[in-house]
C-alpha cells in the first residue's frame, strides 16, 4: 500500500499557515549591588544658577561649595550602618561621584561622607510623639 502524503514543512523563509504571536518584551533589569559603605543619593538640582540680571552661571564656572546639600537615599551598600533606603542624608556636593543610572544623574558617595541622617518625612511625621514647643 502506498503511503500517504505527508505535510511538507514550510520551506525557508516562509513562514506556516498560522500567524505567530509577537514574544513578550522581557525586562532584563540588572540587579546593581553596591559594594562596602557606598551610597547612591538622589540630589536635588543640577548645580546652576542664574544671577540677579537673568545670565546663566554653569556649575562649572562657580568655585568649589562649601555648602551642604540634602539627598534621598536610593542605594545602600551591604556594610552602610546609618543610613537605609528613603531615608534623608546631608552631604557635600564635591565629596561623591557623579553617576547616571537608568537616565538619572545620581551621586555616589562613602558612609563617612555623610554628615547627618534623617528618617524619610512621610514616616517621621506619623510617628512622631507630640512634646513640649518652647
Known sequence: MPR????????KGKT???PRKPRAAKSVEPTLRLTGDRLVVRAPGN????????????????????RLSWGDVTLI???VRVAKMGDRVLFLPTAGLEVELEGEDLV??????VQAVT????STAKDRAPGQYL
Open 4 to 11: 500517504a502524503a505527508e505535510p511538507k514543512p514550510p520551506a
Open 16 to 18: 506556516a499557515s498560522k
Open 47 to 66: 548645580g546652576e544658577r542664574t544671577s540677579a540680571g537673568g545670565l546663566l552661571i554653569p556649575a562649572t564656572a562657580m568655585p568649589a561649595p562649601k
Open 77 to 79: 551598600g551591604p556594610d
Open 108 to 113: 555616589l558617595l562613602r558612609e563617612r561622607d
Open 119 to 122: 528618617e524619610a518625612a512621610a
